[in-house]
């Protein structure tokens, strides 16, 4: 099956900074890569996606960049601001279901 | 907003003892998951669903069973809960519905959580 890795675990930034969290995946089949944010005590939802044939997708202050090749993904959030802590979750789309990583804590310090 | 809910969103119980999850959609979506997500693991697919009755098991399934007898409907049960089964678990949904034509995005729409703990 899909195995994906996701880094950091944890981040901290200084508000205004940047943040990148990195993914990989393992199967090849794999074509859709949609990240997701989670804050405290609630569920995930869809911050943005891209799939296997497109290399970079933006959204405002978020991109999403692929490396099929590499078999790597990533999330880049600029401009950080405190309502962006929260738990992020990278995935990959294997057979019917989503493969998550397992996660990262972006802490945005004011 | 997706119209998704799961019940009861907190639960303490015994081990040995059995439990069961309910997740109820509003949306006609095809496709029902249930994930359960713990530190350091993040999310990980215990069951799915592609339509009444077709279910299949995802990476952590040893020890849980589905159910889904109607499209707004996906149980899930612990026949037995241990101690490694305390988690937080979370019910999601995707694919076409009633809304349009579209096809499967993959977009995965979340419920808010059931936490269970098993002692």
């Known amino acids: 099956g899909e195995n994906v890795e996701q880094h950091p675990s944890t981040l901290s930034v200084q508000e205004g900074d940047s943040a990148v969290i990195k993914c990989t995946y393992s199967d090849s089949a794999s074509n859709y890569f949609p990240w997701y944010k989670q804050e405290l005590g609630k569920g995930s939802q869809l911050i943005i996606d891209i799939r296997s044939n497109v290399g970079e997708k933006k959204d405002q202050r978020i991109a999403v960049t692929l490396n099929k090749t590499a078999k790597h993904f990533s999330l880049h959030i600029t401009e950080t601001q405190p309502e962006d802590s929260a738990v992020y979750f990278c995935?990959?789309?294997?057979?019917?279901?989503?493969?998550f990583g397992s996660g990262t804590r972006l802490q945005v310090q004011p | 907003d997706a119209g998704i809910t799961q019940s009861p969103r907190h639960k303490v119980t015994e081990t040995g003892t059995p439990v069961t999850l309910r997740c109820h959609q509003t949306?006609?979506?095809?496709?029902m998951y249930w994930y359960r997500q713990d530190p350091g693991h993040g999310l990980r697919l215990i069951h799915y669903?592609?339509?009444?009755?077709?279910?299949d098991k995802g990476e952590v399934s040893d020890g849980y069973s589905v159910s889904r007898s109607k499209t707004e409907d996906f149980l899930l049960t612990l026949e037995s809960a241990t101690s490694s089964q305390t988690s937080v678990y979370f019910c999601?949904?995707?694919?076409?519905?009633?809304?349009?034509?579209?096809?499967?995005?993959?977009?995965?729409?979340f419920g808010e959580g059931s936490r269970l703990t098993v002692l």
């Open positions: 999601a949904i995707s694919g076409p519905g009633l809304a349009g034509p579209a096809a499967n995005t993959g977009e995965l729409f």
């Open positions: 995935a990959a789309h294997f057979r019917r279901a989503l493969t």
């Open positions: 669903s592609y339509g009444v009755k077709d279910t």
């Open positions: 949306e006609n979506h095809r496709y």
